[in-house]
């Protein structure tokens, strides 16, 4: 494999195998030379892909190779920290779906601007999806972006089926970026009317919000809020 696709096709490769199972804690993954010759690319490219694993905290490397990490899908946001709002959407690989429903270029609320750092007027990338199971509606995503990516990640601005996948590598293949710190917070509240329409729940029906924050030393990456119903489930495990 070759091409502007290899290293987003290697990371979600061993992504999905991780958070799937077929990958366990401690497993040791294939040598940089092995994967060089599997998916035909550059020493560069296998070790791009590896490293953002690593930064999402579901590998580790030492002098014996490279492994799955011990805490790979449970692991609390940091930066070196698989975030909350990253568990939740691997979901998608398990049987669920996504709709877009907004994507599009605009001047964001004033809160916004300040955590980018923008100038009036300046405008971001603001995506809406909805995460469901069946007639399920289990999440509900609004994510905001720098608006210069929409030329490096078209499907930033694409509303059609299957964009959200792998969305997240493709923006930092694109614009050669790397995340470095990672922020999640969570309260639970009461849903607004649009939040209420989305999930198919009762206008003030008791609901979880979070908020993520994406960044390196460039920069916000991605600023996202997130909303799931009481009816879903978020567990953790602690190990002593």
Not at 2 to 14: N, R
Not at 27 to 49: F, G, I, Y
Not at 184 to 207: I, K
Request: aromatic share 6%; charged share 20%; proline share 5%.
């Amino acid at each position: 494999m070759a091409g502007p696709k290899a290293f987003t096709a290697i990371a979600d490769h061993y992504r999905q195998a991780i958070l799937a199972g077929d990958l366990v804690s401690g497993e040791k993954l294939p040598t940089n030379r092995e994967s060089c010759q599997r998916w035909n690319v550059a020493a560069a490219t296998v070790s791009r892909a590896l490293n953002q694993l690593a930064v999402e905290g579901l590998i580790r490397t030492s002098p014996r190779g490279t492994f799955v990490a011990d805490d790979a899908t449970v692991t609390a946001a940091g930066p070196d920290r698989l975030s909350m709002v990253q568990r939740l959407r691997s979901s998608l690989m398990e049987g669920e779906t996504s709709r877009v429903t907004a994507a599009e270029l605009v001047v964001p609320p004033l809160y916004v601007q300040d955590i980018f750092n923008l100038d009036p007027g300046d405008q971001l990338v603001r995506r809406e999806f909805i995460v469901g199971r069946g007639k399920t509606r289990t999440m509900l995503v609004v994510t905001w972006h720098p608006a210069h990516f929409a030329a490096q990640v078209p499907d930033l601005l694409s509303t059609a089926p299957g964009k959200n996948a792998g969305l997240t590598s493709k923006i930092l293949e694109a614009t050669g970026r790397s995340i470095t710190h990672a922020r999640d917070d969570m309260h639970a509240r009461e849903c607004d009317a649009r939040e209420a329409s989305a999930l198919g729940l009762r206008l003030g029906a008791p609901v979880l919000g979070g908020v993520h924050r994406w960044s390196d030393d460039e920069g916000v990456i991605e600023f996202g809020l997130w909303v799931v119903p009481t009816r879903v489930t978020i567990g953790y495990q602690y190990d002593a």
